[in-house]
Structure formats: structure tokens, C-alpha cells
């Protein structure tokens, strides 16, 4: 596994399922390597979503065909305890403008105190914005996350893979 896997799957994605406060999970883009997070959320409700249809086989039970940017078309306001949206800017969702309504989408279904999770490769081909600069994401405060002990971590590898951590204030 990448590095960037590893941290993802063995860090990130258990402490969401084994923590109380986040019941409600959203994972943003679906690939053969997601298809078995499920099993890491089986006492919470997970969901998944993509825009893609053929990418359905790799999601939840619980899945969504669309964009995250239509997420208030599929859910009410404040639903979320945790949004993870890894691997998804850059790679299809890749206009400013897109990532803004994204963010934005994800800070209307995130409940109170909710967490949204940004993995992304810190490397100027795929990365079409600096996060600093956008408006949407001004509306989340950076979070330290417990188990890194910090709101930004880049993993080793040449891509440079960055998990960045926001709560919904």
C-alpha cells in the first residue's frame, strides 16, 4: 500500500469508526481500493458518493450516484458528523468553482462540530488551487487531529500526499 493508504486506512478511517461522536460518515469518491471501508463503519451509517455510475460496485450499501456538489439534493442541512473527501480534488473535481460549491456543500451537511477530512497531492499538476485561497473553506476551522496531532499531515512519497482536517464551527 502508498503511504498515503496506509495513513488513511490504518489511522484515519478507524479512529472515525470507533469514535461515538460521528455516526453519520460521507466518503467522497469510490475506486476498487474503497469497497472494503464499509466494514470499518458496521455500528455507524456510512455512505458514499460519486458521480461516476460504474463506480457504484466499489461503494456502500448506503451510495449515492452524483457530485458532492449536489449534496443538499440528497440530504438535509446539518446530517453529517464527518465528511472524507481524500483523493478527490485534482482528480475530477478540478475547477475552481467546483471545489468552492463542493466545500460548501460539505459545510451544509456537516452538523455542528462536524469534521471534514481533505486528502489531497500537494504537487501543482493536480492540485488546480492553493486551499488557503479558497472562500469555502474559510467557513471551517483547522483541526488538530488526535491521532497525528496536527491539522495538516503530509505522508512520504513523491506525490505528497496531504490529509488536511477542518471542523465545522
Given at each position: 500500500a502508498?503511504?498515503?493508504?496506509?495513513?488513511?486506512?490504518?489511522?484515519?478511517l478507524?479512529?472515525?469508526?470507533?469514535?461515538?461522536?460521528?455516526?453519520?460518515?460521507?466518503?467522497?469518491g469510490?475506486?476498487?481500493?474503497?469497497?472494503g471501508?464499509?466494514?470499518?463503519?458496521?455500528?455507524?451509517?456510512?455512505?458514499?458518493i460519486?458521480?461516476?455510475?460504474m463506480?457504484?460496485?466499489y461503494?456502500?450499501?448506503?451510495?449515492?450516484?452524483?457530485?458532492?456538489?449536489?449534496?443538499?439534493?440528497?440530504f438535509?442541512?446539518?446530517?453529517?458528523?464527518?465528511?472524507?473527501?481524500n483523493?478527490?480534488?485534482?482528480?475530477g473535481?478540478?475547477?475552481?468553482?467546483?471545489?468552492?460549491?463542493?466545500?460548501?456543500?460539505?459545510?451544509?451537511a456537516?452538523?455542528h462540530?462536524?469534521?471534514?477530512?481533505?486528502?489531497?497531492?500537494?504537487?501543482?499538476?493536480?492540485?488546480?488551487?492553493?486551499?488557503?485561497?479558497?472562500?469555502?473553506?474559510?467557513r471551517?476551522?483547522?483541526?488538530?487531529?488526535?491521532?497525528?496531532?496536527?491539522?495538516?499531515?503530509?505522508?512520504?512519497?513523491?506525490?505528497?500526499?496531504?490529509f488536511?482536517?477542518?471542523?465545522k464551527?
Amino acid at each position: 500500500a502508498s503511504p498515503d493508504r496506509t495513513v488513511l486506512e490504518e489511522i484515519v478511517l478507524p479512529y472515525f469508526g470507533c469514535q461515538a461522536a460521528f455516526q453519520r460518515i460521507l466518503f467522497v469518491g469510490c475506486s476498487a481500493y474503497t469497497q472494503g471501508y464499509e466494514t470499518l463503519f458496521r455500528h455507524k451509517e456510512y455512505w458514499t458518493i460519486d458521480y461516476q455510475s460504474m463506480k457504484r460496485k466499489y461503494g456502500a450499501t448506503r451510495h449515492i450516484v452524483g457530485s458532492i456538489t449536489d449534496l443538499q439534493q440528497h440530504f438535509p442541512s446539518a446530517y453529517f458528523h464527518a465528511i472524507i473527501m481524500n483523493g478527490v480534488i485534482g482528480f475530477g473535481l478540478d475547477a475552481v468553482a467546483d471545489i468552492e460549491r463542493a466545500l460548501d456543500a460539505c459545510f451544509e451537511a456537516l452538523d455542528h462540530g462536524g469534521m471534514l477530512v481533505l486528502g489531497w497531492n500537494d504537487r501543482a499538476r493536480r492540485m488546480p488551487v492553493d486551499l488557503d485561497a479558497l472562500h469555502s473553506l474559510r467557513r471551517f476551522a483547522t483541526h488538530p487531529f488526535e491521532p497525528l496531532q496536527t491539522a495538516h499531515f503530509r505522508t512520504t512519497g513523491r506525490q505528497r500526499h496531504t490529509f488536511s482536517f477542518y471542523r465545522k464551527a
